[in-house]
């Protein structure tokens, strides 16, 4: 089951149902042309549609709304130009970057994109609560004319292009009269993807429709219907029984080997951008020495976890953080080393380096206080359940008692922003760059003080001045030869403190039937705009 903690945020804001399509929920029999996608979604995740805001929405929404100028494929790594004609050009000092629109771009309304909309966009990104990746500390300034739009350095920032495929560009037209755009909920977008809203049944399904002006391409579907689950459990059901046709990844993996016995479905998987793991506070007792952290990483058995608690739907995670799709920069020395692999016997040795010792119930002590943590897990989510669960064991078998505590998604996600939590078992999906993927994850500046939230995703309150400096100069790296250089120093330095219990990495793994429908892309995800737009039913 694949959830982001960067994306599972919900806010208790209520919104009104839409008009629904004639004779729903039957429509599906008397449309064949609709297409329908089941998913854990909570109702407080249509809280708003905000692209900007990663709290009280279903972000995967937003690719089907809405376009950035770049588009990230996560399949193979590769950067696709989108809103952006073609891929732009830097100048001589690599100091500004310009990007030409293309030409077919128009809103769901008819109107069509200007360089203004994107160039507000950006600026929507001021706000550093909008600017997770800190987009704003390497751009001076965002200008544009007609369908030109220029980016001007504050320095040498040659990662630009992978960042700009983390901004969806709203119209300016309508967002420049909606007031702050933190507090704009958007609960009628117009955007320039593939598909636009036509009806939301609250707590119930979202109704897309194909998008008349959609400039990738149309959809051969007549709606694409997205129904919304409470669990895993359900989703997976509706899946066996054919009630939906794929999900956006979510389902009970304990399943997985009967939806495969079905001739007519596939699956898809595929490492990439998340990563999961158990978190700690690194501000905390106990938690703010590596010895302690070493110790809850070497009691982790990641290939149990790939096989007992995943089915092999997931992948090896790298120590170091740095995920395998950025194969140039995977630091192997690291990713290989058997230092950082399941050792019950290691652990118990850093713990006695930490100065711990076996106290008389089995668990270490130090002072006659007991090494013990609260740990929450994700509740709703047989898969994560299973292995916390298994984490925990192995955290006994070496004298570390927890106290599980079962949350929510968006409850997780807040926990963790706001470091109220000593450990937290969950996923971190990062942005598509090397050096930003390291570097919102672990720099100091990512991260802030105990119950305040923090600008990036900083979430284990990790700073290291020698980390710092390593990413900074990665960031203004201009040769990819540097960059592998100081970022496999970084992901050395990462792998040695453990601030995070790597469990294994995952893109996707998504099971879809073919049945009644064909077309799919799997080159792309499955589940992707573009992929979308290619099935039809046979």
Known sequence: MVRSLLVRIGLAIGVAAGAALPNWPGAEAARPATYTLGEYILPAE????????????????????????????????????????????????????????????????????TAADVVYSYEVLKNPALDPYDLWSHLASVSGHGRTVIFRMKSVFPDLINYLTTVYIVPKAQWSKAGNPAQNLNLHPIGTGPFELYAYHAGSNIVLKPNPYAF?????????????????????????????????????MPSLPSLLRTKTNRLQKYPGLANFGVFMNTKLAGLNNVFVRRAIQSAIHHQALITQGELGGVFRANPGWMPPVFHPYLNRSVFQSPQYRFNLARARQDLSRAGYHMGPRGIMEKHGKPLTFTYYEAVGAPAQEKEASMIQGWLKQVGIATTPRLVTWPELTTLASTGRYQLLQGGLTMPPDPVAAMSSVFAGSSTAPIGKATPGLNYTRFNDPRLNRILAEAAAATTVARRISLLDQAETIIAQAAPVALMYNVGAHIVYRTRRFTGYLTNFPVTSAYSMISIRPR
């Open 46 to 113: 249509m809280s708003n549609i905000n692209p900007f805001l990663t709290t009280g929405n279903w972000s995967p929404l937003f690719q089907y709304l809405f376009s950035p100028l770049f588009y990230f494929n996560s399949v193979n790594g590769k950067i696709y130009p989108q809103l952006a004609a073609a891929y732009g050009s830097w100048s001589q000092n690599k100091m500004t970057y310009t990007v030409q629109l293309n030409p077919k771009a128009r809103w769901s309304n008819g109107r069509p994109l």
């Open 216 to 252: 990738l391409g149309h959809p051969h579907i007549g709606y694409l219907n997205i129904e919304m689950y409470a669990n895993a459990e359900t989703v997976t059901l509706a899946l066996e029984k054919g009630q939906i046709k794929t999900t956006e990844g979510t389902i009970a």
